[in-house]
């Protein structure tokens, strides 16, 4: 299989506090993986590529500051939303490349933000 | 850059018939992949099916198949026989060259009626 889980499924927060989001691939190894941004009825929205052991890369107008990505090992990447606002509430969404060469995203379930 | 448009916003089909959701796209590249993606309403991404450009033969997956027309830059899915548990959004999408980020499409909702 091919198998990527998320952690927190959901997460409400206030406004101001930072939240992390865990992105695992279960089953394999992933040296690179993806953070997506969805919104109600629209498609997935690529905020940025994390790479294990070196610097993410952001998508334009995405803010690093703002969503710190750590690519620690080879089946985790984290996400955290700094100094959360209303405005950062979205369904998150990320995904594994199995392998090196290889050309298939494999997506975890996501992570509904809530932000009061 | 890379484009991806589904025309069909939304679809409907009766259960056990056939449905065809269509994707054109606009890349530079000679070599790339194709993919079809479904989401439920659950919101999880499932890979339904993969094209590789340069086989000429379309891919197939059970009930699901594709149409790829290399030279239009067209790439359409076919469910057939459809079950209630199709009801979802179907993306299609292309890989940039370098890096493999997906470019999707706007996706099309599915709605299968018993």
């Known amino acids: 299989g091919a198998v990527v889980s998320q952690h927190p499924s959901r997460v409400i927060c206030k406004s101001g506090t930072s939240v992390k989001i865990e992105c695992r691939s279960l089953?394999?190894?992933?040296?690179?993986m993806f953070w997506y941004r969805q919104f109600p009825k629209q498609s997935l929205m690529l905020m940025a590529t994390s790479n294990e052991g070196s610097k993410a890369t952001y998508e334009q107008g995405v803010e690093k500051d703002k969503f710190l990505i750590n690519h620690a090992s080879l089946t985790l990447s984290t996400l955290t939303v700094t100094s959360a606002h209303p405005e950062d509430s979205s369904f998150y969404i990320c995904?594994?490349?199995?392998?090196?060469?290889?050309?298939?995203?494999?997506f975890g379930p996501g992570t509904r933000l809530t932000v009061l | 850059a890379q484009t991806v448009t589904q025309s069909q916003p939304e679809m409907s089909v009766q259960e056990a018939e056939t449905v065809t959701l269509s994707c054109t796209y606009d890349?530079?590249?000679?070599?790339?992949?194709l993919f079809w993606y479904k989401q439920p309403p659950s919101r999880q991404m499932i890979l339904v099916i993969r094209?590789?450009?340069?086989?000429?033969q379309n891919a197939t997956e059970n009930r699901f198949s594709v149409n790829f027309q290399k030279a239009a830059k067209s790439f359409s899915l076919k469910i057939s026989d459809s079950q209630l548990g199709d009801t979802a959004m179907y993306f299609c999408a292309l890989p940039r060259a370098a890096g493999n980020k997906l470019t999707f499409g706007g996706g099309t909702r599915v709605l299968v009626k018993p």
């Open positions: 995904s594994a490349l199995r392998g090196i060469r290889t050309d298939t995203q494999y």
């Open positions: 094209q590789e450009a340069y086989k000429q």
């Open positions: 089953d394999f190894q992933a040296t690179t």
């Open positions: 890349t530079s590249e000679n070599n790339y992949y």
